[in-house]
């Protein structure tokens, strides 16, 4: 999904930033992309100033979505780009950090002659000038068609890593997201306590395989009992789970994860977690590559 909204920038800003820009780049302050020709770019905390008018509308962008309560994206953080003649963002996906997930807002302060429209999921945007976008680019391919003509695409890019719970715009908001969540965070730090208060009296976590945790646990007793002794498994032993997306229903919660364990194999995992209430019902997985995913969790 995109957001594409309205008033995004002024054209007073567009202006003000736009000379800002042409400036960095006439003073080679802004380095070249080697990911393609006649592109350059810089992350603005790398600049030796930042103009008060970027400022100013990076301020006005966090309150109108809700954003500043997140950090800035460690991977790419916000950026400033010149794109001359030519010049076009290949398709690509970004990394996001285990755990959180990353947005990115884009305005385009200086559009070209044509040409430089972003492209997403294969789709190109109509921007107009004002416009901005807003959307998961580690979910959403996108790149932009080459600058035609002999002024230049400069575009501002603003990212954070938020939790998997945000929603942009748009966006379906339910609060059971919002109970696993938390649930996870108090799993990874082994607060029992938490834990407790997030399990109904008749939860029951099923667990596959036919090591010693395979098996259904019914109550908040065994479920938090079978948490422990897993957390205690775990110690000294190696394995990387990526969370792919979570997914919510009216009911439900369903996570979708990969696993790895070196010298074992691989495996995939739907979790199907049922809430009521605020509290956790049922967590049934289904696993693919159960062989991998049984082999680990039976290691003596």
Do not use: C
């Amino acid at each position: 999904m995109v957001h594409v909204f309205d008033n995004a920038v002024t054209p007073e800003q567009r202006a003000e930033i736009g000379a800002w820009v042409r400036e960095l780049h006439a003073q080679r302050l802004l380095v070249p992309n080697g990911l393609g020709p006649h592109r350059f770019h810089r992350n603005i905390a790398e600049l030796p100033w930042v103009h008060p008018a970027l400022l100013d509308l990076r301020a006005a962008l966090v309150e109108r979505f809700g954003l500043g309560r997140y950090r800035t994206d460690p991977a790419y953080g916000d950026m400033v780009s010149f794109h001359e003649p030519g010049a076009f963002v290949h398709a690509h996906t970004d990394p996001f950090v285990e755990g959180e997930r990353h947005v990115r807002l884009n305005v385009i302060v200086h559009h070209p002659v044509a040409g430089g429209q972003p492209v997403l999921d294969g789709q190109e945007l109509r921007i107009e000038p004002g416009q901005g976008w807003f959307f998961r680019p580690y979910k959403v391919v996108h790149g932009s068609t080459p600058v035609l003509g002999d002024e230049p695409r400069i575009n501002l890019s603003f990212g954070w890593s938020v939790p998997t719970a945000f929603r942009l715009p748009g966006e379906g908001r339910r609060k059971h997201l919002a109970t696993v969540e938390e649930l996870f965070a108090a799993i990874g730090r082994g607060d029992d306590g938490a834990l407790r208060g997030l399990l109904a009296e008749d939860v029951v976590v099923r667990f596959p395989g036919t090591g010693p945790f395979a098996g259904e646990h019914v109550g908040p007793d065994a479920v938090l009992g079978l948490w422990a002794r897993q957390r205690q498994f775990l110690v000294g032993r190696q394995q990387r789970v990526e969370m792919v997306d979570l997914l919510e229903g009216e009911d439900h919660v369903v996570a979708f994860t990969r696993g790895h364990a070196e010298g074992i194999g691989e495996w995939e995992t739907l979790n199907l977690y049922r809430v009521r209430d605020g509290r956790l019902v049922e967590a049934s997985p289904v696993v693919r590559g159960l062989e991998a995913f049984d082999r680990f969790w039976s290691t003596g």
